[in-house]
């Protein structure tokens, strides 16, 4: 089992930049392909992207290819969404999930992943 804990969501302006940070606490963080995804208030929870055990792929929503980036530390248990030029379309809850994988997995699903943070409000001010 594995423990997530987001952190960075907050309020910024259009154009601007956060930085959200996903701690995992518990089994061989390694193990885990891990991703992110976003809730706005009345709309289904939506993949944002997703990176594999090691680091070396990822995958990005086409909403937010170009200025969303995906990355994480093996050595901290911790995974990152930089994102830039923010839209007040990015408006959402984000959620950090983890699933155990292979390798080279990289899924979109929210319904493979079994372990969610519980969520870091972002707004984006027009």
């Known amino acids: 089992q594995v423990q997530l804990v987001e952190s960075g969501g907050g309020l910024v302006q259009a154009g601007g930049s956060l930085r959200l940070s996903c701690a995992a606490s518990g089994r061989i963080f390694s193990l885990y392909a891990m991703a992110w995804f976003r809730q706005a208030p009345g709309k289904e929870r939506q993949f944002v992207a997703c990176?594999?055990?090691?680091?070396?792929?990822?995958k990005h929503a086409d909403s937010v290819k170009g200025r969303f980036t995906i990355s994480r530390d093996n050595a901290k248990n911790t995974v990152s969404l930089q994102m830039n030029s923010l839209k007040p379309e990015d408006t959402a809850t984000y959620y950090c999930a983890a699933v155990i994988s292979t390798m080279g997995a990289l899924p979109e699903d929210r319904r493979v992943y079994n372990y969610w943070g519980q969520g870091t409000q972002v707004t984006v001010a027009s």
């Open positions: 990176i594999n055990r090691s680091g070396a792929n990822t």
